[in-house]
């Protein structure tokens, strides 16, 4: 797996949650640098590194971004930040929201999180990346 990202870092994200999936196309629009590759949660991928780091996809409901060259992984608001930190203006300013403690971004997070399915919808399965984006999508 390392040898596949080598420079770069992995989004995963649920792939049926339409408040996802569009946040992966923002991400892939202004990744101009080609920093990041993506995978479902529900992918091979996406539970091999949630085995490896033992992260219970039951439990935790969120975006996750695995770095690695740090072999770390961060969740909810972090996560989030850390992807935005490194996209262009404006959306890289979002990284003021680091002064804010986690336990009150996460707040927020997890109340979106919770929300999500009512309020954006959900697929009845994984998005197809179009052939132009595919490798980008790991599985």
């Not at 892939?28 to 033992?54: C, H, M, W, Y």
């Not at 336990?103 to 132009?132: H, L, Q, S």
Request: glycine residues 2%.
């Amino acid at each position: 797996m390392e040898n596949i990202l080598k420079d770069k870092q992995l989004i995963l994200f649920d792939g049926v949650c339409n408040l996802c999936n569009s946040s992966v196309l923002y991400v892939i629009k202004r990744d101009k640098e080609n920093k990041f590759l993506f995978a479902p949660l529900q992918s091979n991928v996406g539970k091999s590194i949630t085995d490896q780091f033992k992260i219970d996809t039951n439990k935790i409901d969120s975006i996750l971004l695995y770095n690695p060259v740090k072999e770390k992984v961060y969740s909810k608001s972090t996560a989030a930040l850390h992807v935005a930190k490194q996209l262009n203006l404006p959306t890289s300013l979002m990284t003021v929201f680091f002064i804010v403690p986690p336990f009150i971004r996460n707040w927020v997070y997890d109340y979106v999180a919770k929300n999500r399915y009512k309020w954006y919808g959900k697929k009845e399965a994984c998005m197809i990346p179009t052939p132009e984006l595919k490798a980008k999508f790991l599985m």
